[in-house]
């Protein structure tokens, strides 16, 4: 079982930036590959980026590739999404997400579980 807690959603101007947090407990942290998703109202949850277990390969969708950076910190069971350069479009509420099976997955499906969501409103 993972517990999955996210963090730092809210309101920034178009242009701005915010960095989400998501902090696990449980499962060991190293044995997860994480992710981000984020659904938009009446809208499906998109893939954003994700981030293997150990070695830190990354994969980002096209819409934030070189905006968004995702990262992690095993020694905190932690993983962060850093975003730049936000757009109204970026609107959503952001959700982590953990796979016990190794390698990244982009379908929301394959993760095992998820946090609560934290939103993020992006004004123009």
């Known amino acids: 079982q993972v517990l999955l807690v996210e963090s730092g959603g809210g309101l920034v101007q178009a242009g701005g930036s915010l960095r989400l947090s998501c902090t696990a407990s449980?499962?060991?942290?190293?044995?997860?590959?994480m992710a981000w998703f984020r659904q938009a109202p009446g809208k499906e949850r998109d893939f954003v980026a994700a981030?293997?277990?150990?070695?830190?390969?990354?994969s980002y969708a096209d819409s934030v590739k070189g905006r968004f950076t995702i990262t992690r910190d095993n020694a905190k069971n932690a993983v962060y999404l850093q975003m730049n350069s936000l757009k109204p479009e970026d609107t959503a509420v952001y959700y982590c997400?953990?796979?016990?099976?190794?390698?990244?997955?982009?379908?929301?499906?394959?993760?095992?579980?998820w946090g609560q969501g934290t939103q993020v409103t992006v004004s123009s």
């Open positions: 449980g499962r060991t942290f190293r044995s997860v590959a």
């Open positions: 997400a953990a796979k016990t099976i190794p390698g990244m997955a982009t379908n929301p499906g394959r993760y095992d579980y």
């Open positions: 981030i293997t277990r150990s070695v830190g390969s990354t």
